[in-house]
T-cell receptor, first 116, second 107 residues
C-alpha cells in the first residue's frame, strides 16, 4: 500500500523560480489537501480539493496554485518562490470531506523546500 | 475564533513515568477531534478520532479522552520508542491543528 506519495523529498530553489510539488494517492480518496508546517505555527491548510475538477483555498493560499485533473493526483505549484515559502509541505487525503463526517486524514511523508 | 491549544510544548519523561498531554479547543460545531503522532522527518501518523464528550479510545500505551472543552492523551508506562511529537486537530468549519507536544522518553 503506497498511500500518499509526495515528490520531491527535498528541494532548494532560488527566489523567483517556480516549481511543482507532486502528490499522488492510491486509495481512491475524494478529498486531497496541501499543508505547510512551520516551527511554532502548526500545520496550516494551503489548498484543498473535494474531487476531480474542484479546488478551493485554505488558510494560506497566496503564492500557490493547484489543480485536480484526476482523482489520484493533486500537484502544488509555487509560482514565484519567495524565502517566506521555505517550509515543510505535506499532502493529505481522506475518503470524503472532513467537513461532512470528520473522516480520518492521511498524510504523505513531506517535502522539504528551501528558498534562497 | 476557532483555535486549538496544546500543552505542554515539550515533555521529558523517564521510561515508565506515566503522564498526560492536553489539547484544549474552541470550535464551532465540533465534528471530530484527532490525535496524530509525528516522528522527525515524517508526516503525521493517525492515532485516534474522538467524536463526542465522554468518548475514550485506547491503543497500546496510549489512551485518548474527550470532554466538551479539551482532550487528553494519556501515556502509561512510556518507552523510548514513544518519543515523538503528538499533534491534536479538530474539525469544525475547517481542520485546525495545534502546534504539538514534543515528548522525549529517557531510558
Amino acid at each position: 500500500n503506497a498511500g500518499v506519495t509526495q515528490t520531491p523529498k527535498f528541494q532548494v530553489l532560488k527566489t523567483g523560480q517556480s516549481m511543482t510539488l507532486q502528490c499522488a494517492q492510491d486509495m481512491n480518496h475524494e478529498y486531497m489537501s496541501w499543508y505547510r508546517q512551520d516551527p511554532g505555527m502548526g500545520l496550516r491548510l494551503i489548498h484543498y480539493s473535494v474531487g476531480a475538477g474542484i479546488t478551493d483555498q485554505g488558510e494560506v493560499p497566496n503564492g500557490y496554485n493547484v489543480s485536480r485533473s484526476t482523482t489520484e493526483d493533486f500537484p502544488l505549484r509555487l509560482l514565484s518562490a519567495a524565502p517566506s515559502q521555505t517550509s515543510v509541505y505535506f499532502c493529505a487525503s481522506s475518503y470524503s470531506s472532513y467537513l461532512i463526517s470528520g473522516n480520518t486524514i492521511y498524510f504523505g511523508e513531506g517535502s522539504w523546500l528551501t528558498v534562497v | 475564533e476557532d483555535q486549538v491549544t496544546q500543552s505542554p510544548e515539550a515533555l521529558r519523561l523517564q521510561e515508565g513515568e506515566s503522564s498526560s498531554l492536553n489539547c484544549s479547543y474552541t470550535v464551532s460545531g465540533l465534528r471530530g477531534l484527532f490525535w496524530y503522532r509525528q516522528d522527525p522527518g515524517k508526516g503525521p501518523e493517525f492515532l485516534f478520532t474522538l467524536y463526542s464528550a465522554g468518548e475514550e479510545k485506547e491503543k497500546e500505551r496510549l489512551k485518548a479522552t474527550l470532554t466538551k472543552k479539551e482532550s487528553f492523551l494519556h501515556i502509561t508506562a512510556p518507552k523510548p520508542e514513544d518519543s515523538a511529537t503528538y499533534l491534536c486537530a479538530v474539525t469544525g468549519n475547517q481542520f485546525y491543528f495545534g502546534t504539538g507536544t514534543s515528548l522525549t522518553v529517557i531510558p
